[in-house]
């Protein structure tokens, strides 16, 4: 489906929750939009949806389906709500069945999705358009993938993580313009846990915590000269379980918690500390933005998390297996737990990983023609 062809109410609804700052660069898209978004009963609803310091917009992925959701911080307690249910409608069926997709990585209102059924797609959520991308041999259970740019001009990475020791990853890129993989001559033999393969788009390339000889380091992809780089942690580093962030529009965020074993599956969390970095070519200079104790448990699934500077509050999300309430709100002594389906107590948790990522509306669509490089 194309912008155009999206009915008024479904684009209304959707900006109706963009801060106002990010709305300008939509309305020179048509004079549709334009007197849309300019008219009273879009600014009734904008000024409903919106809360005065505007906070951002948030994608979950939640039973392996796509929300639009709107964290309130400035509730007491804090709130989440969601805005919009996104539905990936599925080629493969004649009817309207929506896809389950089981793992998002965004960049730049993209998000390449894996289905349950192993399937790899590139989604604008806003738009509904899609790209399905086949696999050069075949698509397997351990890879995970990354979504990023040089120049405008968007690349897919696929790891395939080997499971015999001694480990050497192999690699592969899609280059959505030419439409093809090709194999990156490069192997390598550093460890991602796997509730670190998720990465975070930054800048246009991904950032993971991963391990070599037992000592974690930040690894970076750059899509431009599709290289790999090493990067610091804070010094000294001894957290166990890791996650990356993007503060603001600029800032490399890192989560680490350090844990006591609490159950088989689930981790007693003794201390959890944000660091906000920057980086100076291949130094990361970082310093620490909230340190949160003694609060809850983690998941070995994983976590995901957006964090806020100005009020130093963090946001996480988390499976258990115990209950629905997967968003966790720790700001200060204020620590709330939220389902935002508020789905009945007695309805039992989804077996289904769950993820939460800072998102903003995009224009982006995909489709092959020439690179921006080379216009």
Not at 90 to 104: F, L, N, T, W
Not at 189 to 201: C, H, N, P, Q, T
Not at 281 to 294: A, P, R
Not at 322 to 334: A, L, Q, S, W, Y
């Amino acid at each position: 489906m194309e912008w155009g062809n999206l009915p008024g109410e479904m684009i209304e609804e959707i900006f109706s929750w963009v801060p106002a700052k990010s709305l300008s660069r939509f309305q020179s898209t048509s004079k549709h939009w334009q007197a849309l978004l300019k008219s009273e009963s879009f600014a009734k609803k904008h000024s409903a949806n919106n809360a005065p310091d505007e906070d951002p917009l948030s994608i979950m992925l939640i039973d392996y389906r796509v929300f639009l959701v709107r964290i309130n911080l400035h509730d007491d307690p804090p709130s989440v709500k969601v805005a919009y249910q996104f539905n990936l409608k599925d080629p493969d069926h004649k009817s309207s069945q929506v896809a389950a997709i089981r793992k998002v990585f965004h960049c730049d209102g993209l998000l390449l999705c894996t289905t349950k059924d192993k399937r790899l797609v590139v989604w604008n959520p806003c738009s509904g358009e899609t790209k399905w991308v086949k696999p050069r041999d075949r698509y397997k259970k351990h890879d995970y993938y990354a979504l990023g740019s040089s120049c405008k001009q968007y690349k897919i990475l696929r790891v395939d993580s080997q499971k015999i020791l001694p480990i050497k990853n192999k690699y592969e890129i899609y280059d959505l313009t030419s439409d093809s993989w090709r194999v990156l001559g490069a192997t390598t033999d550093w460890f991602l846990a796997k509730y670190r393969r998720g990465g975070i788009s930054f800048k246009g390339n991904t950032y993971w915590v991963a391990t070599w000889s037992h000592t974690d380091f930040l690894l970076s992809f750059d899509f431009s000269t599709e290289m790999f780089q090493s990067l610091s942690l804070p010094h000294p580093y001894s957290h166990s379980i890791s996650a990356l962030s993007v503060v603001g529009e600029n800032k490399l965020c890192l989560l680490g918690t350090s844990r006591i074993y609490y159950s088989s599956r689930d981790l007693h969390v003794s201390e959890t500390t944000c660091w906000v970095g920057n980086s100076l070519g291949s130094i990361m200079s970082w310093s620490e933005l909230l340190t949160v104790k003694d609060h809850s448990e983690v998941n070995l699934n994983g976590l995901s998390f957006l964090a806020d500077e100005q009020s130093k509050t963090l946001v996480y999300c988390n499976q258990s297996p115990k209950n629905n309430k997967i968003v966790h709100i720790v700001r200060g002594d204020t620590y709330v737990k939220v389902d935002p389906l508020d789905r009945s107590s007695t309805i039992r948790p989804s077996s289904s990983s769950s993820l939460l990522l800072n998102y903003v509306p995009s224009l982006v669509q995909i489709k092959q023609g020439k690179s921006a490089c080379d216009l």
